[in-house]
């Protein structure tokens, strides 16, 4: 029973730490970024620079990052597009998921975030 009791122990040690990886996982992927618009068009492409809210400014580049992208689902487009033009020269706070970063946009090597909106808001004009 001894010999049994090892290898449950460890089974269960096991289960647990891959449980806590695929949870750090997956909360790695949720971010909240502060941004200004760069550009947008209306089919709801959104670019945003990063923008330091403590300081008050906008960042030339933030770990490695130039910009960003911040897109909806299709099925909130239209509010998103009226939100974003209603406000365009604010600052928003934006949660939501990184989705892969898109390394193919400049092809020189840098990378840009691209993220799937969960909240849009406007923290500053």
């Not at 990063?50 to 099925?75: M, N, Q, R, T």
Request: glycine share 6%.
């Amino acid at each position: 029973m001894k010999k049994y009791t090892h290898r449950i122990i460890l089974a269960f040690c096991l289960v647990a730490v891959i449980l806590i990886l695929c949870f750090a996982l997956w909360m790695n992927r949720s971010v909240e970024r502060y941004g200004v618009l760069r550009r947008f068009s209306t089919s709801g492409e959104a670019r945003f620079n990063y923008y330091d809210i403590k300081e008050g400014k906008v960042l030339e580049s933030w770990e490695g990052h130039p910009w960003f992208f911040a897109l909806v689902s299709e099925d909130k487009t239209d509010s998103y597009v009226r939100y974003i033009q209603e406000n365009k020269d604010s600052v928003f706070k934006i949660t939501g998921k990184r989705e892969k970063e898109d390394c193919d946009y400049y092809g020189n090597g840098i990378c840009l975030e691209d993220i799937s909106i969960k909240r849009i808001e406007v923290v500053a004009k």
